[in-house]
């Protein structure tokens, strides 16, 4: 994680030269899609920008442990008063609608977490991580639509299988490029498997048995779309579940070190369309 300056020009202050050019587009899951209101789409969409600007400063390859502390300090700056032009804008779509900032300020902990941990103990160490870096975020999508906070208990399951869901599918990316494992020391896993081409046996049978347990996470949130009032959030959480099934089913058949696991377009939009409608439709009922 040992680097040389902004890895593309930013400064101490200035993250911009850290930007991956990712989008909201390049998910695993919808983000703020035309299933939710429009009245919402854009308070989603402020804190997406926002994380999405603090997972790059994480996730950047080359710049310093301490240029990456310094300029998420200066995102957390943003959210209290003066810093990161994302935050400050995501905080005063908060403060209009009243909404709770420690979700971001959760997930800020999380990519500090990022910078300065690279392993993962156990289970119970990876779902504490969850708890900052993903269920926030459906926490705060919640809050958006007005939702009681009895959903939560399913919305933190869920977030925290699509948090799992993606460290699998990139395992070998995050340890070749950042010595990042999410997979848990106490499976047995050798490290330097996970950089290999394909992975053995072993590490095949590790990703499976985790995929057994995310599975269980998908099962605690199987309700989760029939708590939500709002029906079009409802039938994007049905979609959103769909695909994490989905996505366990091709981690089990495939080796996300030489095979693709991440849905085409096409093939998250047909999955999508059978979970949406027929939720749609219930509501409307």
Same mark, same amino acid.
């Given at each position: ?70 300029? !998420? ?5 943003? /959210?209290? %008063?003066?810093? #990161?032009?994302? =935050?400050?804008?995501? $905080? &005063? ?116 048995? !985790? ?5 269980? /996470?998908? %099962?605690?949130? #199987?309700?989760? =779309?029939?708590?939500? $009032? &709002? ?55």
């Amino acid at each position: 994680m040992e680097g040389s300056g902004a890895g593309g020009g930013g400064t101490m202050t200035d993250a911009a030269g850290l930007a991956s050019g990712k989008g909201h587009g390049d998910e695993n899951f919808p983000v703020a899609s035309i299933l939710l209101r429009p009245e919402h789409r854009a308070p989603i969409m402020a804190f997406y920008r926002f994380a999405r600007a603090a997972d790059d400063i994480a996730d950047n390859e080359t710049a310093a442990a301490e240029q990456k502390l310094a300029l !998420l300090a200066h995102m957390r700056a943003g /959210l209290d %008063g003066v810093g #990161a032009a994302e =935050a400050m804008a995501l $905080r &005063d779509v908060m403060a209009a609608r009243s909404i709770d900032p420690v979700h971001a300020h959760d997930l800020l902990d999380a990519f500090v977490r990022d910078v300065t941990v690279n392993r993962c103990a156990d289970w119970d160490n990876l779902i504490a991580y969850c708890r900052l870096s993903a269920m926030p975020v459906g926490r705060y999508v919640l809050d958006v639509h007005g939702e009681s906070r009895e959903t939560w208990p399913a919305n933190d399951a869920l977030c925290a299988a699509l948090q799992i869901i993606n460290h699998l599918q990139d395992c070998g990316k995050d340890y070749r490029n950042l010595d990042r494992v999410y997979i848990p020391l106490d499976t047995g896993v050798i490290v330097e498997d996970i950089g290999g081409a394909r992975a053995p046996p072993q590490l095949r049978a590790i990703i499976t048995g !985790l995929v057994g347990k995310t599975r269980e /996470l998908l %099962g605690q949130s #199987a309700g989760f =779309a029939g708590l939500i $009032r &709002d029906r079009r959030l409802a039938a994007e959480v049905a979609v959103i579940h769909r695909l994490a099934i989905s996505l366990c089913e091709r981690l089990e058949a495939r080796d996300p070190l030489c095979e693709r696991v991440h849905h085409s377009k096409a093939e998250a939009a047909l999955l999508a369309i059978g979970a949406a409608v027929p939720t749609l439709f219930r509501r409307a009922a």
